[in-house]
């Protein structure tokens, strides 16, 4: 585990064009993360998705797209209600 204490103590020692570098890295880091699944957990979530899956292979597809509708606005609210409370 990390010393934050250490890694705060250096940041502060560090130049604006250093922390620029590290706050730089920090992104790249934060887009490159990848998830390692175990074939096991794998086999789960398919198992868990099938019925929604069948389901999904009788709708029509306005059907679908409202569902997507209903879920991007549930999101926006979301985000929305946790903007508002920051």
Same mark, same amino acid.
């Given at each position: 585990?990390?010393?934050m204490?250490?890694?705060?103590k250096?940041v502060?020692?560090?130049t604006r064009e250093?922390i620029?570098?590290?706050t730089?890295y920090?992104e790249?880091?934060?887009?490159?993360?990848?998830?390692? +699944?175990p074939?096991?957990?794998?086999e789960? @979530?398919a %198992? $868990?998705?099938?019925?929604?899956?069948?389901?999904a292979?009788?709708?029509?597809?306005?059907? +679908?797209?409202?569902?997507?509708?209903?879920? @991007?606005a %549930? $999101?926006r609210l979301e985000?929305?209600?946790?903007?508002?409370?920051?």
């Amino acid at each position: 585990m990390v010393d934050m204490e250490m890694v705060f103590k250096a940041v502060n020692q560090m130049t604006r064009e250093e922390i620029h570098q590290l706050t730089t890295y920090i992104e790249q880091q934060k887009k490159t993360r990848w998830w390692v +699944i175990p074939p096991d957990n794998l086999e789960k @979530i398919a %198992e $868990v998705m099938r019925p929604v899956q069948e389901d999904a292979a009788h709708m029509t597809e306005e059907e +679908i797209n409202a569902l997507i509708d209903e879920a @991007i606005a %549930e $999101v926006r609210l979301e985000r929305k209600q946790n903007q508002s409370r920051d």
